[in-house]
């Protein structure tokens, strides 16, 4: 009988996608998301583990090289980032997507509306959610052509998303940013937030896609990826730039089906095979 080397183990990873509450879709096609990054894991050699949100991350993370994450809500407490900070300087790698840099909503006072808390979590991803504008049609530019996340990507490339207005937290490299004046958001739409630490010192450069290092590991977060069926809609309308009458796509997966989006997930499942743990 022929025993497998150590040379051969395969690469372990653990995969966390869900909403919050415990079971719901946040708006999100879930299982879509969930299938398309178990094929990408499966197709690059690796023994995943699923889970809905970071309960038993620390269980979760033992032996595991590659940590990917698609939430809509969930999020690791203090001390669970705690856990992931110390994995993560063993020589894990994280690969965040899309609503990772979310997590807790708070109501407004005298409002109906919602404010983004900025959280741990938050400081150990590197990046920290303020708000979206509609569904909408934009650019996204590639800011470090010698990366490997972005290896393979033409300068530029054009996605319908939802464009995340993304504070970058602490010492980061850019990887991927896009171009806005103003948060183009009609009144009373999303969250609501006190300044727009989102832009760039030129006043419309935003980062989209960065990694932090972190010890011998890192991580990395890349904010498309917006995905709903007609059961998981949430969005109540689409920037004229999408639909002329701002209708939603009842079922829309938007950056999964092009190809710069599928190089991302496909040089992730690479980059994260150079993981130290």
């Known amino acids: 009988m022929d025993l497998i080397g150590e040379d051969d183990m395969p690469n372990r990873a653990h995969l966390i996608t869900g909403g919050y509450p415990v079971g719901s879709t946040a708006g999100h096609d879930m299982d879509y998301a969930r299938i398309e990054l178990l094929r990408r894991l499966y197709a690059s050699g690796y023994q995943t583990t699923v889970a809905n949100d970071f309960t038993d991350i620390g269980p979760r993370l033992a032996g595991v090289d590659f940590l990917v994450t698609y939430v809509a809500g969930p999020y690791p407490d203090d001390e669970q980032s705690r856990i992931v900070d110390d994995w993560l300087a063993e020589g894990g790698r994280w690969f965040a997507l899309h609503g990772t840099s979310g997590g807790r909503a708070k109501r407004v006072d005298g409002s109906r509306r919602r404010k983004m808390v900025r959280l741990a979590h938050h400081d150990l991803l590197g990046a920290f959610f303020l708000n979206h504008p509609p569904v909408r049609r934009f650019d996204v530019a590639v800011e470090a052509n010698d990366h490997p996340l972005v290896n393979g990507l033409p300068q530029t490339f054009a996605v319908t998303d939802e464009l995340y207005l993304i504070e970058p937290v602490g010492e980061s490299r850019v990887l991927l940013t896009t171009e806005l004046a103003e948060d183009p958001s009609p009144e009373g739409f999303g969250f609501v937030y006190d300044e727009d630490t989102s832009v760039g010192a030129d006043g419309k450069t935003r980062v989209l896609g960065l990694e932090r290092q972190v010890g011998d590991g890192a991580v990395a977060y890349v904010a498309l990826g917006h995905c709903h069926s007609p059961a998981t809609n949430a ?26 989006f599928g190089q991302i997930l496909d040089n992730a499942m690479g980059w994260g095979q150079s993981a130290a743990a």
Do not use: H, I, M, Y
Request: charged share 35%; glycine share 8%; no cysteine.
């Open 235 to 260: 969005q109540p309308f689409v920037d004229r730039n999408v639909d002329a009458e701002g209708k939603t796509p009842l079922r829309f997966r938007g950056a999964w089906e092009t190809p710069e």
